[in-house]
């Protein structure tokens, strides 16, 4: 058997080329003592994977260069030497890389029940970009029933579960996304009270017209502009929850940062950044809380899933191009 691996071959300036790394087929080892094999079947891509590429000081260490390129995966078992924690055809799922294949000694991967959910949604809205969500919203935003909730990248895996979140704890929610049928899903499908489209819309206009009492809790996928504007609409005590800062991941010069900072002094406002491995110990309780809302129709899932661990790169594009809906997701097995 071999595996087919995309592997991290040189430290990307800017957007990420065809040389950042090299797809290879590896012939798979044979277990050790204790460890399994897991067959993956999707993998996660999330904007946080430009960060670990780069060798700078953050909450994780960089992907190392000639390493498995880093991912968050879902799969089962189909090898078992001498691992009681684990039995033939279980699914599980944890950081596996974009590979086909993952040899485990089981530390840090988790069962997880198919028959209460697909797949793809335990690595998108019951997996870490939910959880980002879940526990940035209410332990980070410190969300309370009538707050004025602004989210930015509101169409994407978290900040549509933070707004769908918010809206169940009976704020109003304005989402922040890129074309009109982004919005619109937004509003139509996800129940958000209005959306603001950066692509058509001038941001501060807009804010002016859509949150004219201001703001409440700002949750920031995005940063850069949009950030900077945001900070110009906070209400007294509002809470700034920085999640990520997708415009400027591929900067080649210095990350731009708010010039509207005064604002927080001004309102007394907070701004914290959060990162959803600190919350690892409560997954479960969140996991369960969301499990039910999506049974009640309060929570929905939207799942993009493209396939072939061989269009890895062109995949992960849609990170930063905009060209995609919901949580991105990559199948990796072969049928």
Same mark, same amino acid.
């Not at 209410?138 to 029933?145: A, C, D, L, N, P």
């Not at 930015?152 to 304005?174: D, L, N």
């Not at 959060?274 to 929570?299: C, N, R, S």
């Given at each position: 058997?071999?595996?087919?691996?995309?592997?991290?071959?040189?430290?990307?300036?800017?957007?990420?080329?065809?040389?950042?790394?090299?797809?290879?087929?590896?012939?798979?080892?044979?277990?050790?003592?204790?460890?399994?094999?897991?067959?993956?079947?999707?993998?996660?891509?999330?904007?946080?994977?430009?960060?670990?590429?780069?060798?700078?000081?953050?909450?994780?260490?960089?992907?190392?260069?000639?390493?498995?390129?880093?991912?968050?995966?879902?799969?089962?078992?189909?090898?078992?030497?001498?691992?009681?924690?684990?039995?033939?055809?279980?699914?599980?799922?944890?950081? %596996?890389?974009?590979?086909?294949?993952?040899?485990?000694?089981?530390?840090?991967?988790?069962?997880?029940?198919?028959?209460?959910?697909?797949?793809?949604?335990?690595?998108?809205?019951?997996?870490?970009?939910?959880?980002?969500?879940?526990?940035?919203?209410?332990?980070?935003?410190?969300?309370?029933?009538?707050?004025?909730?602004?989210?930015?990248?509101?169409?994407?895996?978290?900040?549509?579960?933070?707004?769908?979140?918010?809206?169940?704890?009976?704020?109003?929610?304005?989402?922040?996304?890129?074309?009109?049928?982004?919005?619109?899903?937004?509003?139509?499908?996800?129940?958000?009270?209005?959306?603001?489209?950066?692509?058509?819309?001038?941001?501060?206009?807009?804010?002016?017209?859509?949150?004219?009492?201001?703001?409440?809790?700002?949750?920031?996928?995005?940063?850069?502009?949009?950030?900077?504007?945001?900070?110009?609409?906070?209400?007294?005590?509002?809470?700034?929850?920085?999640?990520?800062?997708?415009?400027?991941?591929?900067?080649?010069?210095?990350?731009?940062?708010?010039?509207?900072?005064?604002?927080?002094?001004?309102?007394?406002?907070?701004?914290?950044?959060?990162?959803?491995?600190?919350?690892?110990?409560?997954? %479960?309780?969140?996991?369960?809380?969301?499990?039910?809302?999506?049974?009640? %129709?309060?929570?929905?899932?939207?799942?993009?899933?493209?396939?072939?661990?061989?269009?890895?790169?062109?995949?992960?594009?849609?990170?930063?191009?905009?060209?995609?809906?919901?949580?991105?997701?990559?199948?990796?097995?072969?049928?």
């Amino acid at each position: 058997m071999n595996n087919k691996q995309i592997i991290f071959k040189k430290r990307p300036s800017g957007v990420p080329d065809a040389e950042t790394w090299q797809l290879e087929n590896n012939p798979i080892p044979e277990l050790q003592e204790g460890e399994i094999l897991v067959q993956q079947h999707y993998i996660s891509l999330d904007p946080a994977m430009r960060g670990w590429m780069n060798d700078t000081k953050s909450y994780i260490p960089p992907v190392a260069i000639d390493d498995v390129m880093r991912a968050g995966s879902i799969g089962k078992v189909i090898k078992n030497n001498g691992n009681p924690k684990f039995e033939i055809g279980d699914c599980v799922t944890s950081w %596996g890389g974009v590979q086909q294949f993952a040899i485990t000694n089981g530390d840090g991967w988790y069962k997880v029940d198919t028959r209460l959910a697909p797949m793809p949604m335990y690595i998108g809205t019951l997996g870490m970009p939910g959880m980002t969500a879940y526990f940035g919203i209410t332990e980070v935003g410190k969300i309370t029933e009538g707050d004025i909730v602004l989210v930015s990248g509101a169409a994407g895996a978290v900040g549509s579960v933070v707004g769908q979140i918010a809206k169940i704890k009976g704020c109003t929610v304005i989402g922040i996304a890129g074309g009109k049928d982004k919005c619109d899903y937004l509003i139509n499908e996800l129940g958000f009270d209005d959306a603001i489209d950066y692509k058509s819309e001038n941001i501060y206009t807009a804010l002016k017209k859509k949150c004219p009492k201001g703001v409440d809790v700002f949750f920031d996928n995005v940063g850069g502009l949009i950030l900077d504007a945001a900070l110009s609409k906070l209400r007294m005590h509002a809470r700034v929850v920085i999640c990520g800062a997708i415009s400027q991941y591929n900067n080649k010069s210095k990350v731009d940062g708010p010039s509207n900072y005064l604002s927080l002094l001004v309102t007394r406002s907070t701004m914290q950044g959060m990162v959803v491995m600190d919350y690892t110990k409560k997954f %479960g309780e969140a996991a369960k809380q969301m499990g039910i809302w999506m049974k009640e %129709g309060k929570l929905k899932s939207k799942e993009d899933i493209y396939e072939g661990i061989e269009n890895f790169h062109e995949t992960y594009n849609r990170l930063f191009s905009g060209d995609k809906n919901g949580k991105l997701v990559l199948k990796v097995i072969e049928e």
